[in-house]
């Protein structure tokens, strides 16, 4: 049987890779990457990668790299065809029927591309011709310079009707074929084709692979009745399926240092640019509402993505009618964020205005699906009278049953009915607490609780971490990995469960081992430089200072390396050692009830507590402490 392009590609857009390959290798989330053992090799420290962003899998181990259909054949030694089959019928598509034609269509397919590309060339020339004077203009006054047009593939399409038409034609194109790739339209009534787009400033619009598929253009008359204009349904283009700046958005994505950075959904093609140039990753829909094709391709690249929209009245209904579409879709990891922009502002006037960082800072103050979906329920109507509070909480009822996945239905009725208490506290005689806030929910009453409204969670982190002084035992750890990034290697599963024995350093310790499972070469200096680059540098010279206290032997100068690496990996197994007997003494307690075994959990105890007292004395550092 076989499979033309577009029935893979669509195969692969809708299964994640981690999901299909996490059924037979354990996988671990780090960054943006999940991480496991081979499946091709016996090894003891993960080097297994699985991008859901590329679409592929890497095995360091064997050198194996592949996508899901590759990953089929090489574990469950499935020819290609039952390997499409499977995932055929785990994805929900028909396989197609045997067509002696399906050869001719795919080759038909790959002629119409072809004729994109020398379009878009065709295009971009114009535009630095003297017929594309206004539209440089233009471009200026939006604050787009000369050298990211290129990048952007931007062009012209001049005011002939003819003129695309006849250079492609000059090429060996056929009229109908450019009909049908969607450049030329073809009169109803009869008559010769013609240019679909004049005097507009050209978008090329791409596939998830990075070819192009369709344009859309944007008009430079402002009299003209269509602003903005896209090609037709093709054989190349399906308009509720593609994402214009999905190729540049996935490479942004990939390039993000700490893998939080959800891809962003914003209404226009100058958004996206603007998104782009500020380093954030963005795409748009074809001018219509999000498609439930193009949410799963969405979920496919982030868990959370971010739909951002102005934060007036407009955009408020734009945002509600995504979450009218999505309800149904949302299962545990996949959910939307909101980003509602203020000031009446889209993203490009933001970048022209503003500045690249106040860009990214708007887009970072995202808020939960669940906070908008409330949003729009209280705002349906006035609630000044029981009927229509009843009204509010049938409405929260009715939202939650929307969601198919019963789990995620059971828990966004609890907290949306808690969000409904919040807004109606019952009365209550207990004092609020000092600071006049709202605290921690627990019974049905806000408990008293100093919080910093607005506070993100990296900042609490942040401040926790500052707010006391670094183990020097621990930090000695890490200044040795700073300067021997090799000391990593055998201990990474370790480190990625314990970290290095202080919570101050956790994140630390996680972006560590996300660089080292990421396949970076990085030397001690550019180590730094990246850490420092990462937010991370006043916490490096609260560790160089913790690290000069603890007279570790192995960040002696005088030592060869060999010794140092051994005296490293001794301390460091003394302090994993000590937080498995942390474990350990956790469980016994929690399963004290079942049963209980006193004098097991003492000598436990005591062996911990050793260790824990040579840790902080130093004596760590004497042969009977680390033996």
């Not at 955009?315 to 000031?343: C, D, H, M, T, V």
């Not at 460091?572 to 959990?601: G, I, P, Q, Y």
């Amino acid at each position: 049987m076989r499979f033309d392009e577009r029935f893979i590609e669509e195969l692969k857009a809708r299964l994640r890779p981690s999901d299909v390959i996490g059924r037979s290798v354990k996988l671990k989330r780090q960054g943006r990457e999940f991480v496991g053992l081979s499946p091709f090799a016996k090894e003891k420290s993960p080097s297994f990668f699985v991008n859901d962003d590329k679409g592929f899998f890497h095995d360091f181990s064997s050198g194996k790299h592949g996508d899901i259909i590759s990953f089929l054949q090489e574990t469950e030694r499935l020819s290609f065809v039952e390997a499409v089959s499977r995932l055929a019928a785990e994805a929900g598509m028909q396989l197609p029927a045997e067509d002696p034609q399906a050869a001719e269509r795919e080759q038909k397919r790959a002629g119409l591309s072809d004729w994109m590309d020398l379009a878009q060339k065709w295009f971009a020339a114009n535009l630095r011709r003297q017929t594309g004077k206004n539209t440089r203009e233009y471009l200026e006054r939006r604050g787009l310079p000369e050298d990211q047009w290129e990048r952007f593939g931007l062009g012209y399409a001049p005011n002939d009707r003819e003129g695309l038409k006849n250079a492609l034609i000059q090429r060996g194109a056929k009229p109908g074929e450019l009909v049908e790739a969607g450049l030329l339209i073809s009169p109803e009534g009869g008559g010769q084709p013609y240019d679909r787009f004049r005097d507009r400033l050209m978008f090329p619009i791409h596939d998830a692979r990075g070819r192009i598929v369709s344009f859309g253009g944007r008009a430079m008359n402002p009299d003209d009745r269509a602003k903005y204009l896209n090609g037709p349904e093709s054989p190349l283009f399906h308009k509720g399926a593609t994402l214009y700046g999905l190729p540049e958005a996935r490479r942004i994505l990939g390039a993000e240092k700490r893998g939080e950075q959800g891809i962003i959904v914003v209404e226009g093609y100058m958004d996206v640019i603007a998104c782009h140039r500020a380093g954030l990753p963005a795409v748009a829909p074809m001018g219509t509402a999000l498609t439930e094709e193009q949410m799963e391709r969405l979920w496919r690249v982030s868990a959370e993505p971010v739909l951002s929209f102005d934060g007036d009245a407009p955009g408020l209904r734009a945002a509600y009618r995504a979450i009218e579409r999505a309800l149904p879709l949302l299962k545990p990891g996949r959910s939307f964020r909101f980003a509602l922009l203020e000031g009446g502002q889209d993203p490009d006037d933001i970048l022209r205005d503003k500045g690249a960082p106040a860009l990214r800072q708007a887009m970072a103050q995202t808020r939960t699906f669940s906070a908008v979906l409330f949003q729009r329920e209280v705002e349906a109507e006035p609630l000044d009278t029981p009927e229509r509070k009843a009204g509010l909480k049938g409405r929260l009822r009715a939202a939650a049953n929307a969601v198919t996945d019963k789990d995620l239905a059971e828990q966004y009725r609890r907290d949306l009915f808690e969000r409904f208490d919040g807004l109606f506290p019952r009365p209550s005689n207990a004092p609020q607490g000092a600071s006049g806030g709202y605290g921690d929910r627990a019974g049905g009453r806000w408990k008293g609780r100093n919080v910093l409204l607005g506070q993100t969670v990296e900042g609490q982190r942040a401040m926790h971490a500052l707010s006391r002084a670094i183990e020097p035992v621990a930090a000695a750890l890490v200044h040795g990995v700073i300067e021997d990034p090799e000391r990593l290697d055998d201990h990474m599963e370790a480190i990625a469960r314990y970290g290095f024995g202080d919570p101050a350093l956790s994140d630390l310790a996680k972006e560590l081992v996300r660089l080292r499972f990421s396949g970076r070469s990085l030397d001690s200096a550019a180590l730094r430089r990246h850490l420092a680059g990462s937010g991370y540098d006043v916490l490096m010279h609260e560790v160089e200072k913790a690290a000069a206290k603890s007279g570790a032997p192995f960040l002696a100068a005088d030592k060869p390396l060999g010794e140092t690496r051994n005296l490293w990996s001794q301390a460091f197994d003394v302090l994993t050692r000590a937080a498995a007997l942390d474990e350990a003494l956790a469980s016994a307690k929690s399963e004290a009830h079942k049963v209980f075994d006193a004098s097991a959990f003492a000598l436990v105890k005591a062996e911990r507590d050793a260790l824990r007292r040579a840790i902080k004395t130093g004596t760590i550092w004497s042969d009977d402490a680390s033996s």
